[in-house]
């Protein structure tokens, strides 16, 4: 599929400790996106996401919202030119 692409997110505000990375990897599953999530040691979480483009625009408006419990306060996103194929999405530690 030639529309596949993969984007690196990286969110900040109250976003560890909520229950973010499993909100993210339970719309990844939904969508049927590959990658990963993770926090940072800055207290951020990056996100990478390999899918179709419209359907990654779906889920990046979903997790700019995340879980009840979070609060996005700033979102970058930034598209991966050259990325290897992902084979499932992941929380990664």
């Not at 529309?3 to 505000?13: E, V």
């Not at 700019?64 to 996103?77: L, S, T, W």
């Amino acid at each position: 599929m030639k529309d596949i692409k993969t984007y690196r997110i990286l969110i900040s505000g109250r976003v560890q400790g909520v229950g973010y990375r499993y909100f993210v990897e339970e719309k990844a599953a939904l969508y049927k996106i590959k990658g990963y999530v993770k926090n940072t040691m800055d207290n951020n979480v990056e996100v990478v996401c390999q899918g179709p483009g419209k359907i990654l625009d779906i889920f990046m408006d979903i997790i700019k919202k995340g879980p009840a419990f979070a609060r996005v306060e700033k979102i970058n996103i930034e598209e991966v030119e050259k990325s290897h194929n992902y084979g499932a999405f992941r929380i990664s530690y």
